[in-house]
């Protein structure tokens, strides 16, 4: 089946909310359409789509930290809910993470074990995000995308 990733555009916003609302069940409409108000901030989620245009994956990404050494990606939300084809649709969130993580000169991407418990996380987590699990990769890592994501300590 054709995927294409890209950005999430206001289109295809109450599309995602569908998947957002079952992988973060405290975000109701008004806080998703508040997390996507905006081109900049509709920037920051990645979207898979399939040759029918149902989403089947979605990342949600931000920069956090300065000077070379300490920017990294964190990846709050990271979900794919193909059936048949998870490995591509995680492959092409990953693709697209990366390459956002070389675009804004972070040298590492921070995936979070576990989804954020409601919506004012993803709205400030910069400040309070966890910075003691995940997975963490370097942007010239290859990760296996079978591979469980194990707790790690930083």
């Known amino acids: 089946m054709g995927y294409k990733i890209g950005t999430l555009s206001p289109r295809d916003v109450l599309r995602a909310y569908a998947l957002i609302e079952r992988a973060m069940p405290g975000v109701d409409l ?10 900049l901030l509709c920037r920051c989620w990645f979207i898979v789509k399939d040759s029918m245009g149902y989403i089947r994956g979605i990342a949600y990404v931000a920069v956090r930290g300065d000077g070379d050494l300490r920017r990294q990606v964190e990846v709050p939300l990271f979900v794919s809910v193909s059936l048949v084809d998870n490995r591509q649709v995680l492959g092409l969130l990953f693709s697209a993470v990366r390459n956002f993580a070389i675009k804004e000169k972070c040298r590492t991407i921070h995936i979070w074990t576990a989804l954020p418990p409601d919506w004012s996380v993803l709205t400030g987590f910069l400040e309070r995000g966890p910075w003691d699990h995940g997975l963490i990769c370097g942007v010239d890592d290859d990760v296996p995308l079978d591979y469980p994501i194990l ?4």
């Open 30 to 39: 008004e806080q998703w359409t508040a997390l996507t108000a905006t081109t």
């Open 151 to 154: 707790p790690v300590k930083m």
